[in-house]
């Protein structure tokens, strides 16, 4: 059974902080992504990680960026945390390669900057 | 670059009503096709993609290449049915996802 576990299910942060989000997956997985859930907007993709120390760009990087130091674990820092980043953020992992693997989704991080 | 399109935000219907879920996409190719529902209190979990053919839950889905459509069906709704339901389109070339907007499926008794 997989477990994309994340570190924090609740965080308030105030406008400037520096935030981690932790992200874990224990299925050997080479894909990583983090994307941020909002009403009507769905879910999009801020930064995404297909090996360690490998990552690219999502949709929206602007404000992020991300860590892959072990297989294992993908981090999303937010440098200089702003009240438009009050969101859920998502983390997923995968196999890789083409086509219609599955992503699992960890339970979420609900994320509010006052 | 491609686009995945719910235009209904929240959908009712009543237990035993039959329920469609509208989901449209743009790309030129031959996209990966998949349905993702969040139930409350639980995380984004896989319901369907469009490569398997397969109904899950009840639930069917058919890839129309012509009208570029993935629409959701079901029946006879059930209660248990209510959730959230996502969109999501995977390019043939990678493994990134890109969603829609997500549905919300309220089953009344």
């Known amino acids: 059974d997989v477990k994309v576990t994340q570190s924090s299910r609740y965080l308030v942060k105030r406008t400037g902080e520096k935030v981690f989000l932790e992200c874990v997956q224990d299925?050997?997985?080479?894909?990583m992504f983090w994307y941020r859930q909002d009403p009507g907007l769905g879910l999009r993709l801020i930064y995404f990680?297909?090996?360690?120390?490998?990552?690219e760009k999502g949709d929206i990087p602007e404000g992020y960026s991300v860590s892959r130091e072990k297989k294992e674990r993908f981090s999303l820092i937010l440098e200089s945390a702003s009240t438009n980043q009050t969101s859920m953020y998502l983390c997923?992992?995968?196999?890789?390669?083409?086509?219609?693997?599955?992503?699992?989704f960890g339970p979420g991080t609900r994320l509010t900057v006052t | 670059a491609q686009r995945v399109t719910q235009p209904e935000k929240l959908l009712s219907v009543f237990k035993g009503a039959p329920v469609e879920l509208k989901c449209n996409y743009s790309y030129s190719g031959s996209p990966e096709l998949f349905w993702y529902v969040q139930y409350s209190r639980q995380r984004l979990q896989l319901l369907l993609r469009?490569?398997s053919r397969e109904s899950i839950k009840g639930f069917t889905a058919d890839l129309n290449k012509g009208e570029t459509s993935f629409h959701l069906k079901k029946p006879f709704a059930q209660e248990e049915d209510s959730a959230m339901y996502y969109c999501?389109?995977?390019?043939?070339?990678?493994?990134?996802?890109?969603f829609g907007g997500g549905t919300r499926v309220l089953v009344k008794p």
């Open positions: 997923a992992s995968s196999f890789p390669g083409q086509g219609a693997y599955e992503q699992y």
């Open positions: 299925m050997d997985h080479e894909n």
């Open positions: 999501a389109l995977s390019l043939a070339a990678g493994n990134k996802l890109t």
């Open positions: 469009h490569i």
């Open positions: 990680s297909y090996d360690v120390k490998m990552k």
